[in-house]
């Protein structure tokens, strides 16, 4: 067993299994947000769903992923580097890269991080913590208008969305590869799945700055 924690191929390991479990997260996040393109009380019937003590529940176990996820990126970019040098973050040859975001995967994830901060005091902090410290928490709708009517943070939103499109991208059909789904047969297709999914969060996410940032300055109703 300690192996899958010193060994390699044991990090490779956890820093897959992490990452589809951030995967399942994002999912669920990027359906809860899509209810905002339907209508502001759809949102807030979402938001308060997300406040229900089950939910409320799972917020250590999502940070503690994310906390095993960060330290062990870190941990295999350090032993790359010094293994090979400043090359490209896990991928077993250079014929299966996936360009850019396979090389600088650790910038991504740096940059991914810094967003998330940003993400936990726009609205974390406004809402799932107020309701575990008992406070009111904030509206869900207004809370989005607010933080997307500035203009500044709305293109800061959109370039971390980018990033994350990136980031996923790749990580997407790396962990499965890693898991042992890495033959020709399944490989592209879990490249294309990967795509295809990346872009579909992303672009949920997208929507939904873009509608609120049309919103709050009254450019739709």
């Not at 009111?136 to 969305?161: K, R």
């Amino acid at each position: 067993m300690s192996n899958i924690f010193t060994e390699s191929i044991g990090r490779k390991l956890v820093m897959s299994i992490s990452g589809l479990f951030l995967i399942l997260f994002l999912t669920v996040h990027a359906s809860v947000n899509s209810l905002y393109l339907f209508s502001r009380e759809a949102f807030q019937a979402g938001c308060d769903f997300m406040k229900l003590p089950i939910i409320t529940a799972i917020v250590p176990i999502l940070a503690f992923g994310f906390l095993v996820h960060i330290v062990y990126a870190f941990i295999l970019y350090i032993q790359d580097y010094k293994a090979r040098g400043p090359v490209r973050y896990a991928v077993a040859n250079k014929s299966q890269s996936d360009g850019w975001a396979s090389r600088n995967m650790i910038i991504l994830g740096l940059l991914i991080l810094i967003g998330i901060g940003l993400h936990l005091t726009d609205f974390w902090a406004k809402m799932q913590l107020q309701e575990f410290m008992g406070n009111e928490s904030a509206n869900g709708p207004e809370s989005l208008e607010f933080t997307f009517g500035n203009l500044w943070i709305y293109i800061l939103y959109i370039l971390w969305f980018v990033c994350l499109w990136l980031h996923l991208n790749h990580g997407f059909w790396s962990a499965f590869q890693t898991i042992g789904w890495n033959n020709n047969k399944w490989l592209p297709r879990l490249r294309a799945i990967g795509i295809i999914y990346s872009s579909l969060i992303v672009l949920i996410f997208i929507a939904v700055a873009t509608k609120a940032f049309l919103y709050s300055h009254w450019i739709i109703c």
